[in-house]
């Protein structure tokens, strides 16, 4: 791969609480998730990192999840198929809107947290997530986990599929991301990082917690904006690929 695309969660500021340094993200990434105020998020905030995104040339996604902000979208929710449709076109009209008023337009969707893991397996809410953003537009392209059964119903409704790989999480065996509430979830070190995402680069793989080795074959690569020294690993990231001639690029 001789160019990756660098995707982080942002927009996720909450009455001036901030979840993540967007501003300094915003300049080392190339596309942006931004909160779509379900999850976490205002207007306000959310329009500000719009703006920043806009400024830096930076692609803008939406990013759709569960309306619980109490969990930070973090906790599985039973929803009749059609309210979650409804829920996801909603949020990728509210976040388009002010995207426009500043300078952007919304891409692409990727689902936020226990939404984007339930749709790996759960068809029927798979179906909800696809059937509420091709309401919107057959035009959006939808970010992804690889092997879910969400990029099927994806590709069968006729949208251009964005598989993700992550650079700071660890992955199960079966290709899903170990649990945020198991210990060692999510790679701390610099070092560690840095061989995640060149392995992704490289030969388009991920090594899982047993050694086996996954064939993901992703197109863009997720950076944690909220997790502790993000931006400094992020930077640490893009300078070591680039000295190996990996070029950092949106993907639409």
Not at 87 to 93: D, H, M, N, S, T
Not at 95 to 123: C, D, F, M, S
Not at 234 to 242: I, P
């Amino acid at each position: 791969m001789t160019s990756i695309d660098f995707n982080a969660d942002l927009g996720e500021t909450t009455a001036g609480n901030p979840v993540a340094d967007d501003a300094a993200m915003i300049k080392l990434i190339t596309s942006a998730n931004v909160a779509c105020g379900f999850h976490a998020g205002d207007p306000h905030d959310i329009a500000k990192t719009l703006k920043a995104a806009a400024e830096a040339g930076v692609t803008v996604g939406a990013h759709v999840g569960y309306r619980d902000s109490a969990g930070f979208g973090r906790r599985f929710m039973d929803y009749a198929p059609g309210e979650l449709a409804d829920e996801v076109l909603y949020q990728i009209g509210a976040l388009n809107a002010l995207a426009h008023a500043n300078g952007t337009t919304v891409r692409y969707v990727k689902p936020h947290g226990a939404l984007y893991n339930t749709i790996v397996h759960h068809e029927v809410q798979a179906q909800a997530v696809i059937d509420g953003i091709k309401a919107f537009s057959p035009d959006l392209a939808v970010m992804l986990l690889p092997g879910g059964v969400a990029i099927d119903k994806a590709e069968a409704a006729g949208l251009r599929v964005i598989r993700e790989a992550f650079a700071d999480r660890a992955y199960n065996p079966d290709g899903t991301l170990v649990s945020r509430r198991e210990p060692n979830a999510v790679l701390e070190s610099v070092e560690d990082v840095v061989n995640q995402v060149r392995q992704i680069a490289q030969s388009g793989s991920i090594t899982a917690t047993d050694g086996s080795i996954l064939q993901v074959d992703a197109e863009s690569v997720c950076v944690h904006g909220d997790s502790p020294g993000a931006v400094e690993m992020t930077r640490a990231v893009r300078e070591q690929l680039a000295a190996e001639g990996v070029e950092f690029k949106s993907v639409l």
